[in-house]
């Protein structure tokens, strides 16, 4: 079995009622999956928890662990990250859907599959995400949307973006 990697899955917030519930800053678009009762996970202080449950009303996150009893307790978490070690291929669960750790290091490969550069991160913003290219060490951000992005294959460990000048380079297209 390969081993497994390490994501980050959110943030604890304050504490929410006096039984021990939390408000979670999820750092995954798959909450059902991550927080389903019986996942277990670590803090990144490296205190072990299971999920007892979960809900969202109002669009919050809201965590009940077992190992948290009180309010006390909850409070005592606050800040720290939630971490889960998973399988390194797992997917997501929606078509046309990549973790970000899928997306580093892949060569990005202009119309004609000449390699332009490399996945070097991923920006989460609130309109779209962005890729961060490192272009012969120099960062540019690519709109993550299929129009820039057409093709994207992790099996073959490349992207390949739309022919738009401008996107990687300086160029400015003439009128």
Known sequence: MAQLVEVTVGVIGRAHGVRGDVNVEPRTDEIERRFAAGSTMRTDQGESLTVA?????????????????????AEKLRGRALVMKIAPDERPSGHDEYFDRQLVGLRVLGTDGRARGTISGVVHGPAQD??????????????FVRALVPVVDVDAGSVQLADVPGLLDDEVAEA
């Open 53 to 73: 449950d979960f809900r969202q009303p109002s669009g919050r996150l809201i965590v009940t662990f077992t190992e948290v009893a009180d309010r006390t307790a």
């Open 130 to 143: 962005l890729l961060v290219v490192d272009v012969d060490q120099d960062e540019r951000m690519v709109p």
